[in-house]
Protein backbone atom coordinates (compact mmCIF):
# COMPACT_ATOMS: atom_id res chain seq x y z
CA UNK A 1 0.00 0.00 0.00
CA UNK A 2 1.60 3.58 -0.90
CA UNK A 3 0.56 7.23 0.32
CA UNK A 4 1.22 10.50 -1.50
CA UNK A 5 3.42 12.40 0.72
CA UNK A 6 0.75 15.18 0.82
CA UNK A 7 -2.50 13.45 0.59
CA UNK A 8 -1.49 10.75 3.14
CA UNK A 9 -5.27 9.51 3.67
CA UNK A 10 -5.52 8.35 -0.03
CA UNK A 11 -4.09 5.04 0.20
CA UNK A 12 -3.60 3.31 -3.06
CA UNK A 13 -2.03 -0.35 -4.76
CA UNK A 14 1.92 -0.51 -6.19
CA UNK A 15 -0.01 -0.98 -9.62
CA UNK A 16 -1.62 2.53 -9.33
CA UNK A 17 1.30 4.18 -7.88
CA UNK A 18 3.20 2.68 -10.76
CA UNK A 19 1.32 3.36 -13.25
CA UNK A 20 0.27 7.08 -12.07
CA UNK A 21 3.90 8.38 -11.31
CA UNK A 22 3.20 11.39 -9.48
CA UNK A 23 0.03 11.91 -7.51
CA UNK A 24 -2.44 13.90 -8.66
CA UNK A 25 -1.76 16.27 -5.52
CA UNK A 26 1.86 16.44 -6.92
CA UNK A 27 3.27 14.89 -4.47
CA UNK A 28 5.34 11.01 -4.87
CA UNK A 29 4.10 7.68 -3.21
CA UNK A 30 5.61 6.25 -0.53
CA UNK A 31 4.96 2.94 1.26
CA UNK A 32 3.08 2.89 4.35
CA UNK A 33 5.41 0.17 5.26
CA UNK A 34 8.51 -1.34 4.20
CA UNK A 35 8.58 -5.17 4.37
CA UNK A 36 11.23 -7.01 5.81
CA UNK A 37 13.76 -8.87 4.40
CA UNK A 38 13.05 -12.21 3.17
CA UNK A 39 14.86 -14.85 5.81
CA UNK A 40 16.70 -16.56 2.76
CA UNK A 41 17.55 -13.54 1.09
CA UNK A 42 21.55 -14.44 1.17
CA UNK A 43 21.03 -17.73 -0.33
CA UNK A 44 20.16 -16.44 -3.95
CA UNK A 45 22.79 -17.08 -6.31
CA UNK A 46 22.25 -14.11 -8.99
CA UNK A 47 20.60 -10.38 -9.06
CA UNK A 48 17.64 -11.90 -10.63
CA UNK A 49 17.22 -14.36 -7.81
CA UNK A 50 18.20 -12.10 -5.11
CA UNK A 51 15.37 -9.31 -6.79
CA UNK A 52 12.71 -12.04 -7.47
CA UNK A 53 12.98 -13.09 -3.56
CA UNK A 54 13.01 -9.61 -2.16
CA UNK A 55 10.84 -7.88 -4.81
CA UNK A 56 8.13 -10.96 -3.85
CA UNK A 57 7.98 -9.02 -0.45
CA UNK A 58 7.13 -6.31 -1.67
CA UNK A 59 4.77 -6.76 -4.60
CA UNK A 60 3.33 -11.30 -3.51
CA UNK A 61 -0.54 -9.40 -4.13
CA UNK A 62 -0.29 -8.11 -7.22
CA UNK A 63 1.86 -10.26 -9.23
CA UNK A 64 2.17 -14.17 -9.56
CA UNK A 65 5.33 -15.23 -8.39
CA UNK A 66 6.15 -17.15 -12.04
CA UNK A 67 5.34 -13.66 -13.91
CA UNK A 68 7.91 -11.87 -11.12
CA UNK A 69 10.31 -14.18 -11.40
CA UNK A 70 10.55 -13.56 -15.48
CA UNK A 71 10.38 -9.96 -14.92
CA UNK A 72 13.35 -10.43 -12.68
CA UNK A 73 15.08 -12.54 -15.07
CA UNK A 74 14.68 -10.36 -17.93
CA UNK A 75 15.05 -7.01 -16.40
CA UNK A 76 18.69 -8.04 -14.43
CA UNK A 77 20.51 -9.57 -16.53
CA UNK A 78 24.10 -8.08 -16.13
CA UNK A 79 26.78 -8.72 -13.79
CA UNK A 80 27.32 -6.02 -10.61
CA UNK A 81 30.48 -6.75 -9.49
CA UNK A 82 31.96 -5.58 -6.37
CA UNK A 83 35.59 -5.03 -6.69
CA UNK A 84 38.12 -4.70 -3.56
CA UNK A 85 39.76 -0.98 -3.82
CA UNK A 86 43.82 -1.56 -2.95
CA UNK A 87 44.49 0.57 -0.33
CA UNK A 88 44.68 4.25 -1.27
CA UNK A 89 45.11 7.55 0.14
CA UNK A 90 41.99 8.58 -1.17
CA UNK A 91 39.32 5.81 0.02
CA UNK A 92 41.82 4.19 2.49
CA UNK A 93 41.78 0.20 3.33
CA UNK A 94 38.82 -1.73 3.41
CA UNK A 95 37.13 -0.16 0.37
CA UNK A 96 35.07 -1.84 -2.50
CA UNK A 97 33.28 -0.46 -5.28
CA UNK A 98 29.61 -1.65 -6.37
CA UNK A 99 30.30 -1.47 -10.34
CA UNK A 100 26.41 -0.54 -10.94
CA UNK A 101 27.59 0.28 -14.78
CA UNK A 102 27.75 -3.07 -16.55
CA UNK A 103 24.04 -2.97 -17.89
CA UNK A 104 23.40 -2.17 -21.41
CA UNK A 105 23.34 1.93 -21.15
CA UNK A 106 26.25 1.57 -18.51
CA UNK A 107 24.79 3.40 -15.13
CA UNK A 108 23.21 2.11 -12.20
CA UNK A 109 20.08 3.23 -13.86
CA UNK A 110 19.91 0.08 -16.27
CA UNK A 111 18.28 -1.65 -12.83
CA UNK A 112 15.33 0.71 -12.18
CA UNK A 113 14.49 1.64 -15.82
CA UNK A 114 14.45 -2.24 -16.87
CA UNK A 115 12.20 -3.04 -13.88
CA UNK A 116 10.00 -0.86 -13.82
CA UNK A 117 9.09 -0.80 -17.49
CA UNK A 118 8.57 -4.62 -17.41
CA UNK A 119 6.39 -3.96 -14.49
CA UNK A 120 4.49 -1.64 -16.19
CA UNK A 121 4.33 -3.46 -19.40
CA UNK A 122 3.03 -6.33 -17.59
CA UNK A 123 0.17 -4.16 -15.39
CA UNK A 124 -0.79 -2.49 -19.35
CA UNK A 125 -0.77 -5.72 -20.87
CA UNK A 126 -3.56 -7.05 -18.28
CA UNK A 127 -5.73 -3.74 -18.68
CA UNK A 128 -5.23 -3.05 -22.44
CA UNK A 129 -4.34 0.27 -21.84
CA UNK A 130 -1.56 2.35 -22.89
CA UNK A 131 0.75 5.14 -21.30
CA UNK A 132 3.12 8.08 -22.46
CA UNK A 133 6.12 7.65 -20.16
CA UNK A 134 7.26 11.79 -19.41
CA UNK A 135 10.63 11.72 -18.67
CA UNK A 136 13.09 14.73 -17.41
CA UNK A 137 16.49 13.88 -17.68
CA UNK A 138 19.94 15.15 -16.79
CA UNK A 139 21.74 12.10 -18.51
CA UNK A 140 21.96 9.12 -17.51
CA UNK A 141 17.74 8.62 -17.10
CA UNK A 142 16.53 9.59 -20.68
CA UNK A 143 18.95 6.98 -22.04
CA UNK A 144 18.18 3.25 -19.19
CA UNK A 145 14.39 4.57 -20.06
CA UNK A 146 14.40 4.59 -23.81
CA UNK A 147 16.82 1.49 -24.07
CA UNK A 148 14.73 -0.04 -20.77
CA UNK A 149 10.71 0.82 -22.72
CA UNK A 150 12.01 -0.04 -26.14
CA UNK A 151 10.11 -3.65 -27.18
CA UNK A 152 7.43 -2.85 -24.25
CA UNK A 153 3.97 -2.49 -26.51
CA UNK A 154 1.41 0.06 -24.65
CA UNK A 155 4.09 2.47 -24.12
CA UNK A 156 5.55 5.70 -25.28
CA UNK A 157 8.15 7.66 -24.32
CA UNK A 158 9.16 10.93 -24.17
CA UNK A 159 12.01 12.36 -23.21
CA UNK A 160 13.12 15.85 -21.80
CA UNK A 161 17.00 17.19 -21.56
CA UNK A 162 18.79 20.38 -20.71
CA UNK A 163 20.49 21.47 -24.24
CA UNK A 164 24.20 21.47 -24.01
CA UNK A 165 24.47 20.64 -20.48
CA UNK A 166 24.81 16.45 -20.77
CA UNK A 167 28.12 15.03 -22.06
CA UNK A 168 28.45 14.54 -26.02
CA UNK A 169 28.25 10.81 -25.66
CA UNK A 170 25.40 10.94 -23.19
CA UNK A 171 23.19 13.39 -25.72
CA UNK A 172 24.16 9.79 -28.34
CA UNK A 173 22.96 7.48 -26.16
CA UNK A 174 19.94 10.34 -25.84
CA UNK A 175 19.02 10.93 -29.23
CA UNK A 176 19.70 7.34 -30.94
CA UNK A 177 16.13 6.68 -32.87
CA UNK A 178 14.35 4.36 -30.98
CA UNK A 179 10.89 3.11 -31.69
CA UNK A 180 8.57 4.92 -29.73
CA UNK A 181 10.93 7.36 -27.81
CA UNK A 182 10.92 11.09 -29.17
CA UNK A 183 13.60 13.12 -27.74
CA UNK A 184 13.33 17.05 -26.90
CA UNK A 185 16.63 19.02 -25.91
CA UNK A 186 14.97 21.72 -24.09
CA UNK A 187 16.80 25.51 -23.77
CA UNK A 188 17.27 25.23 -20.07
CA UNK A 189 18.35 23.61 -16.83
CA UNK A 190 17.77 20.22 -15.73
CA UNK A 191 15.57 21.18 -13.00
CA UNK A 192 13.25 23.77 -15.77
CA UNK A 193 12.76 20.01 -17.21
CA UNK A 194 11.64 18.27 -13.88
CA UNK A 195 9.23 21.43 -13.35
CA UNK A 196 8.09 20.44 -17.21
CA UNK A 197 7.13 17.30 -16.40
CA UNK A 198 5.26 18.17 -13.16
CA UNK A 199 3.34 20.55 -14.74
CA UNK A 200 1.84 18.67 -17.23
CA UNK A 201 1.38 15.63 -14.75
CA UNK A 202 -1.10 18.43 -12.91
CA UNK A 203 -2.32 20.76 -15.98
CA UNK A 204 -5.62 20.52 -16.30
CA UNK A 205 -6.10 20.66 -20.01
CA UNK A 206 -3.36 17.14 -20.49
CA UNK A 207 -5.54 15.19 -17.87
CA UNK A 208 -7.38 13.13 -20.50
CA UNK A 209 -3.66 11.78 -21.53
CA UNK A 210 -2.58 8.96 -20.39
CA UNK A 211 0.66 10.30 -19.01
CA UNK A 212 3.41 8.59 -16.40
CA UNK A 213 6.97 9.39 -15.61
CA UNK A 214 9.67 7.21 -15.17
CA UNK A 215 11.95 9.88 -13.19
CA UNK A 216 13.08 8.96 -9.53
CA UNK A 217 10.01 9.81 -8.47
CA UNK A 218 8.20 7.34 -9.98
CA UNK A 219 7.93 4.18 -7.24
CA UNK A 220 8.49 1.49 -9.41
CA UNK A 221 11.98 2.90 -10.16
CA UNK A 222 13.30 2.83 -6.34
CA UNK A 223 12.35 -0.62 -5.18
CA UNK A 224 14.75 -2.83 -7.71
CA UNK A 225 17.47 0.17 -6.39
CA UNK A 226 17.43 -1.61 -3.44
CA UNK A 227 18.56 -4.58 -4.48
CA UNK A 228 21.99 -4.18 -5.05
CA UNK A 229 22.77 -2.74 -1.83
CA UNK A 230 21.77 -6.81 -0.64
CA UNK A 231 24.09 -7.87 -3.26
CA UNK A 232 26.94 -5.90 -2.61
CA UNK A 233 26.56 -7.39 1.25
CA UNK A 234 25.79 -11.20 0.18
CA UNK A 235 28.92 -11.31 -2.35
CA UNK A 236 31.20 -9.85 0.33
CA UNK A 237 30.14 -12.29 2.62
CA UNK A 238 29.79 -10.25 5.85
CA UNK A 239 28.10 -10.36 8.88
CA UNK A 240 28.81 -7.03 10.83
CA UNK A 241 27.86 -3.48 10.00
CA UNK A 242 28.87 -1.76 6.84
CA UNK A 243 28.65 1.42 5.51
CA UNK A 244 27.43 2.78 1.90
CA UNK A 245 28.39 5.60 -0.18
CA UNK A 246 25.69 6.80 -2.92
CA UNK A 247 27.13 9.51 -5.44
CA UNK A 248 24.04 11.73 -5.38
CA UNK A 249 21.68 13.77 -7.23
CA UNK A 250 17.69 13.25 -7.05
CA UNK A 251 18.64 10.80 -4.10
CA UNK A 252 17.06 8.10 -5.65
CA UNK A 253 20.22 5.97 -5.25
CA UNK A 254 19.90 6.17 -1.49
CA UNK A 255 16.35 5.97 -0.90
CA UNK A 256 16.55 2.32 -2.71
CA UNK A 257 19.51 1.57 0.17
CA UNK A 258 17.28 3.07 2.87
CA UNK A 259 14.38 0.33 1.45
CA UNK A 260 16.92 -2.63 2.49
CA UNK A 261 18.56 -0.88 5.49
CA UNK A 262 14.72 -0.36 6.83
CA UNK A 263 13.78 -4.03 5.67
CA UNK A 264 17.06 -5.11 7.86
CA UNK A 265 20.10 -4.57 5.97
CA UNK A 266 23.07 -4.05 8.58
CA UNK A 267 23.78 -0.59 7.17
CA UNK A 268 25.45 1.79 9.65
CA UNK A 269 25.03 4.91 7.48
CA UNK A 270 25.02 6.17 3.93
CA UNK A 271 27.32 8.38 3.28
CA UNK A 272 25.88 10.66 0.04
CA UNK A 273 28.67 11.99 -2.16
CA UNK A 274 27.28 15.23 -4.08
CA UNK A 275 29.00 17.44 -6.10
CA UNK A 276 28.87 21.33 -6.05
CA UNK A 277 24.99 21.44 -6.20
CA UNK A 278 25.06 20.39 -1.79
CA UNK A 279 21.53 21.11 -0.64
CA UNK A 280 21.06 17.85 1.08
CA UNK A 281 24.40 18.27 2.95
CA UNK A 282 23.50 21.39 3.81
CA UNK A 283 20.10 19.94 5.23
CA UNK A 284 21.68 17.19 7.06
CA UNK A 285 24.09 19.85 9.05
CA UNK A 286 21.65 21.73 10.32
CA UNK A 287 18.34 21.27 9.05
CA UNK A 288 18.21 24.00 6.64
CA UNK A 289 16.10 23.94 3.56
CA UNK A 290 17.48 26.42 1.03
CA UNK A 291 16.50 25.36 -2.25
CA UNK A 292 19.45 26.51 -5.41
CA UNK A 293 19.55 26.89 -8.92
CA UNK A 294 21.28 24.33 -10.52
CA UNK A 295 24.62 24.62 -10.71
CA UNK A 296 26.72 22.74 -13.80
CA UNK A 297 29.70 20.77 -12.94
CA UNK A 298 31.80 17.69 -14.33
CA UNK A 299 29.16 14.97 -12.97
CA UNK A 300 26.34 16.35 -14.04
CA UNK A 301 23.83 13.91 -13.44
CA UNK A 302 24.27 14.97 -9.94
CA UNK A 303 23.16 18.66 -11.11
CA UNK A 304 20.00 19.32 -8.90
CA UNK A 305 19.65 21.99 -7.23
CA UNK A 306 16.33 20.47 -5.60
CA UNK A 307 16.36 16.65 -5.40
CA UNK A 308 12.88 14.83 -5.94
CA UNK A 309 13.42 12.23 -3.31
CA UNK A 310 13.63 14.99 -0.52
CA UNK A 311 10.30 14.96 -0.08
CA UNK A 312 10.10 11.31 0.46
CA UNK A 313 13.03 11.11 2.79
CA UNK A 314 10.83 13.84 5.00
CA UNK A 315 7.81 12.00 4.79
CA UNK A 316 9.54 8.45 6.16
CA UNK A 317 11.87 10.24 8.81
CA UNK A 318 12.05 13.09 10.76
CA UNK A 319 15.41 15.55 10.72
CA UNK A 320 17.19 13.48 13.71
CA UNK A 321 16.39 10.57 12.08
CA UNK A 322 17.84 11.23 8.72
CA UNK A 323 20.85 12.58 10.59
CA UNK A 324 21.22 9.05 11.77
CA UNK A 325 21.17 7.47 8.71
CA UNK A 326 23.07 9.88 6.77
CA UNK A 327 26.15 12.19 6.47
CA UNK A 328 26.34 14.52 3.28
CA UNK A 329 29.55 15.78 1.68
CA UNK A 330 29.60 18.36 -1.48
CA UNK A 331 32.81 17.84 -3.11
CA UNK A 332 34.08 20.33 -5.96
CA UNK A 333 34.90 19.82 -9.35
CA UNK A 334 38.99 20.52 -8.73
CA UNK A 335 38.48 17.68 -5.39
CA UNK A 336 36.79 15.18 -8.61
CA UNK A 337 39.49 15.41 -10.65
CA UNK A 338 42.49 14.81 -8.41
CA UNK A 339 40.58 12.06 -6.77
CA UNK A 340 40.62 10.39 -9.88
CA UNK A 341 43.66 11.28 -10.64
CA UNK A 342 45.19 9.48 -7.11
CA UNK A 343 42.83 6.48 -6.97
CA UNK A 344 43.88 5.71 -10.61
CA UNK A 345 47.77 6.32 -9.90
CA UNK A 346 47.68 4.50 -6.63
CA UNK A 347 45.55 1.49 -7.38
CA UNK A 348 45.28 1.68 -11.17
CA UNK A 349 41.06 1.91 -11.42
CA UNK A 350 39.58 4.14 -13.06
CA UNK A 351 36.11 6.38 -12.04
CA UNK A 352 33.90 8.17 -13.73
CA UNK A 353 33.57 11.56 -11.96
CA UNK A 354 30.46 10.54 -10.19
CA UNK A 355 31.87 7.88 -8.74
CA UNK A 356 34.93 10.23 -7.41
CA UNK A 357 32.84 12.10 -5.76
CA UNK A 358 31.42 8.98 -3.75
CA UNK A 359 35.57 8.53 -3.10
CA UNK A 360 35.97 11.69 -2.18
CA UNK A 361 32.88 11.60 -0.09
CA UNK A 362 34.47 8.37 1.97
CA UNK A 363 37.59 10.10 2.66
CA UNK A 364 35.83 13.10 4.40
CA UNK A 365 33.33 10.62 6.15
CA UNK A 366 36.46 8.63 7.55
CA UNK A 367 38.46 11.99 8.64
CA UNK A 368 34.99 13.26 10.29
CA UNK A 369 34.41 9.79 11.99
CA UNK A 370 37.19 7.91 12.47
CA UNK A 371 34.92 5.40 10.72
CA UNK A 372 37.13 2.40 9.68
CA UNK A 373 33.96 -0.19 8.84
CA UNK A 374 33.63 -2.04 5.50
CA UNK A 375 32.88 0.88 2.76
CA UNK A 376 31.09 -0.05 -0.19
CA UNK A 377 31.33 2.95 -2.84
CA UNK A 378 28.30 2.64 -5.67
CA UNK A 379 30.01 3.17 -8.76
CA UNK A 380 26.82 4.74 -10.79
CA UNK A 381 28.42 5.41 -14.72
CA UNK A 382 31.41 3.72 -16.82
CA UNK A 383 34.29 6.10 -17.09
CA UNK A 384 33.96 5.57 -21.05
CA UNK A 385 30.77 7.44 -20.72
CA UNK A 386 32.89 10.73 -19.87
CA UNK A 387 35.88 10.69 -21.89
CA UNK A 388 36.17 14.36 -21.74
CA UNK A 389 36.26 14.85 -18.07
CA UNK A 390 38.81 11.25 -17.41
CA UNK A 391 41.31 12.65 -19.90
CA UNK A 392 41.34 16.17 -18.20
CA UNK A 393 41.99 13.49 -15.14
CA UNK A 394 44.22 11.12 -15.84
CA UNK A 395 46.03 12.78 -18.80
CA UNK A 396 45.30 9.48 -20.94
CA UNK A 397 42.42 8.61 -23.17
CA UNK A 398 38.92 7.05 -21.38
CA UNK A 399 38.15 3.69 -21.42
CA UNK A 400 36.10 2.54 -24.82
CA UNK A 401 32.96 0.44 -24.46
CA UNK A 402 31.35 -1.75 -26.87
CA UNK A 403 28.17 -0.77 -26.21
CA UNK A 404 28.84 2.71 -26.88
CA UNK A 405 30.99 2.09 -30.02
CA UNK A 406 27.82 0.59 -31.32
CA UNK A 407 25.84 3.65 -30.93
CA UNK A 408 27.78 5.81 -33.41
CA UNK A 409 26.30 4.07 -36.34
CA UNK A 410 22.79 4.23 -35.80
CA UNK A 411 20.52 7.13 -37.03
CA UNK A 412 19.28 9.75 -34.24
CA UNK A 413 15.94 12.31 -33.68
CA UNK A 414 15.65 14.97 -31.97
CA UNK A 415 13.84 18.35 -31.68
CA UNK A 416 15.20 21.74 -29.93
CA UNK A 417 12.05 23.25 -27.48
CA UNK A 418 11.58 26.38 -25.30
CA UNK A 419 11.56 25.45 -21.57
CA UNK A 420 7.97 26.26 -20.64
CA UNK A 421 4.82 23.93 -20.64
CA UNK A 422 3.47 25.35 -23.56
CA UNK A 423 6.20 24.39 -25.98
CA UNK A 424 5.67 20.50 -24.35
CA UNK A 425 1.98 20.52 -25.18
CA UNK A 426 2.11 21.40 -28.71
CA UNK A 427 3.80 18.47 -28.93
CA UNK A 428 1.54 16.37 -26.50
CA UNK A 429 -1.51 17.83 -27.89
C1 LIG B 1 21.40 9.65 -11.88
C2 LIG B 1 22.83 9.52 -11.53
C3 LIG B 1 23.29 9.82 -10.24
C4 LIG B 1 22.38 10.37 -9.16
O1 LIG B 1 21.42 9.43 -8.72
P1 LIG B 1 20.16 9.94 -7.87
O2 LIG B 1 19.28 8.76 -7.76
O3 LIG B 1 19.55 11.04 -8.67
O4 LIG B 1 20.67 10.43 -6.57
C5 LIG B 1 24.62 9.63 -9.96
N1 LIG B 1 25.48 9.19 -10.90
C6 LIG B 1 25.08 8.89 -12.14
C7 LIG B 1 26.07 8.44 -13.13
C8 LIG B 1 23.75 9.04 -12.50
O5 LIG B 1 23.34 8.74 -13.73
Not at 77 to 90: G, I, K, Q, R
Not at 386 to 395: A, C, R
Request: hydrophobic share 40%; proline share 6%.
Amino acid sequence: MYQSTRTPAEIVSFEHALLQGLAPDGGLYVPLEIPKLPSNWKEASTIAELGFSVLQTWLKDEISSNELKDICEDALNFTVPVVPLAENSVTGKDTYVLELIHGPTLSFKDFGARTMARLMGHFLKKSGKKLTILVATSGDTGSAVADGFSGQEHIDVVLLYPKGMVSPIQEWQLITARKGVRAFAVEGTFDDCQRMVKEAFVAPDLAHLPLSSANSINIGRLLPQSLYYLWAYKTLGLNEEVVFCTPSGNLGNVTGGIFAREGGLPVHQFVVGHNANNFYPKYLADGTIDYQATIPTLSNAMDVGVPSNFERLQKLFSLSELQERFKGYSISDAETLAAMKQVHEETGYVACPHTAVGFKAVEAYRKETQNQMPTVILSTAHPAKFPEVVSQSLHQPAPTADALERLKNLPTQVETIAPTLDALKEFLL
